[in-house]
T-cell receptor, first 116, second 114 residues
Framework: GAVVSQHPSWVICKSGTSVKIECRSL??????MFWYRQFPKQSLMLMAT?????????EQGVEKDKFLINHASLTLSTLTVTSAHPEDSSFYIC????????????FGPGTRLTVL | AQSVTQLGSHVSVSEGALVLLRCNYS??????LFWYVQYPNQGLQLLLK??????LVKGINGFEAEFKKSETSFHLTKPSAHMSDAAEYFC????????????FGKGITLSVRP
């Protein structure tokens, strides 16, 4: 149990286009989902926290107009990178916590974004 | 504020040797502590966690870690390394409570020599 999926697993896009990444909890309902960014050989940096039905809370320094997060249901959150540029190329990972007793985060497999 | 320190970026051991990956944390409240493993181009897999109770926690793949409050440490060990243990390891801390944010250390790459 507690499986989180991400789609797509990798995406290549042209500079200036927008890219949407989906994060789904497959076998549980997620009160909260988190979005992380990971540069090569570096740690995970939290970008934002989203709760179903409410606006995401962004970490300091993360542009909320560039990284749009929508948590439309208890099993789906999306991250849209708007007007992507090469510096947005990164590994994006989501995680989710269950409804009950939720301190443990379950991580998705990640999405590799390359902006040309 | 909470933080995690993982000294060094790379540890290399021989197959069959002891694995020791160090983690020190800082937290203003009782922490929850986690070790995650990441294989190339994959997400994170939980190895083990400490929340309350027994300070020596056992995880998957033969790993264990001991919470030492006096030393603010949560070092990860495995008695005998296997080639399949080669990966990136992250220590993380969160404040006790639901839906708390995780703060990660910078990670350590473990290499296992035949």
């Amino acid at each position: 149990g507690a499986v989180v999926s991400q789609h797509p697993s990798w995406v290549i896009c042209k500079s200036g286009t927008s890219v949407k990444i989906e994060c789904r909890s497959l076998d549980f309902q997620a009160t909260t989902m988190f979005w992380y960014r990971q540069f090569p050989k570096q740690s995970l940096m939290l970008m934002a926290t989203s709760n179903e039905g409410s606006k995401a809370t962004y970490e300091q320094g993360v542009e909320k107009d560039k990284f749009l997060i929508n948590h439309a249901s208890l099993t789906l959150s999306t991250l849209t990178v708007t007007s992507a540029h090469p510096e947005d190329s990164s590994f994006y990972i989501c995680s989710a916590t269950r409804l009950a007793g939720a301190y443990e985060q379950f991580f998705g497999p990640g999405t590799r974004l390359t902006v040309l | 504020a909470q933080s995690v320190t993982q000294l060094g970026s790379h540890v290399s051991v021989s197959e069959g040797a002891l694995v020791l990956l160090r983690c020190n944390y800082s937290s203003s409240v009782p922490p929850y502590l986690f070790w995650y493993v990441q294989y190339p181009n994959q997400g994170l897999q939980l190895l083990l966690k400490y929340t309350t109770g027994a300070t020596l926690v056992k995880g998957i793949n033969g790993f264990e870690a001991e919470f030492k409050k006096s030393e603010t440490s949560f070092h990860l060990t495995k008695p005998s390394a296997h080639m399949s243990d080669a990966a990136e390891y992250f220590c993380a801390v969160s404040e006790s409570g639901a839906n708390s944010k995780l703060t990660f250390g910078k990670g350590i790459t473990l290499s296992v020599r035949p």
